[in-house]
């Protein structure tokens, strides 16, 4: 049946797929909550999906199709958090985010474009498994911790990576290198200053995750934490 849009609906364990089309859609529902399940894009060229409400519950917005998907509308993350997984292809985010649980990032690039502010959750970039994130602005990871949190943003064999100018160095912003360790891609012609980082509590004989330097542009290290214990490496390919 259509979604009705005077009703809201949600997914429990079960995936909702869009249709295989390469045009744009809009959800007919009045809301839609991802409990545990799946929004699967199947979209066979680069084209919009519109959800007005949508919930990450523990569930998660694949890409399973073609193209660049780019989500519209409005997200919020509860406790129980949600993933962003572009596994066949680059996402682009739009919506606005908002809530306080965490949020995760797999796959190819997922690229930030909407406003952020109402958003408070923790950033997971890659799992062990890799992910991606984009951002041009720093404003774009929500609001800033009111107490230190040293993993706010964790990177596991995640890469971020900033196409413009910009300061990440909050001083309740930590951002963590686990043991996959980070990549930070910085656009060519720019600069990005990185400090509060860390990598997680070992023993001093142990190296924790690495820090990993990608892209044309310029990189500066700010560090005040001596708890980071990973190695690093540059690559400006």
Known sequence: AIPNGAQSYETFNYSLRTPASGSSFGFGGSALKLSGGTLLY??????????????????????????????????????????INA????????????????????????????????FSGKWSIGNGAPGSLAISSPAQLGAVPATYASNHVTLNRGTLLTTTTMTLS?????????????????????TLTLGNFSTP?????????????????????????????????????
């Not at 001093?204 to 690093?232: D, E, H, Y």
């Open 42 to 83: 199947k979209g066979t060229a680069s084209s919009t999906t519109t959800i007005t409400n949508l919930t990450l519950n523990g569930g998660t917005a694949q890409h399973a199709g073609a193209g660049t998907w780019t989500l519209a509308g409005s997200v919020a993350v509860t406790t129980n958090g949600g993933t």
């Open 87 to 118: 596994v066949n292809g680059a996402n682009t985010l739009t919506a606005s985010l908002a809530g306080g649980g965490p949020l995760e990032f797999l796959g190819n690039p997922t690229t930030l474009a909407g406003n952020n502010s109402a």
């Open 170 to 190: 909050d001083a309740t912003r930590g951002i963590l290198l686990e043991r996959g360790g980070g990549t930070f891609n910085v656009a060519a012609g720019t």
């Open 201 to 237: 509590n070992i023993t001093a004989s142990l190296v924790g995750g690495a820090l990993l330097k990608a892209g044309g542009g310029t990189l500066i290290l700010s560090n005040t934490i001596t708890t980071f214990r990973g190695a690093l490496y540059v690559d400006t390919s």
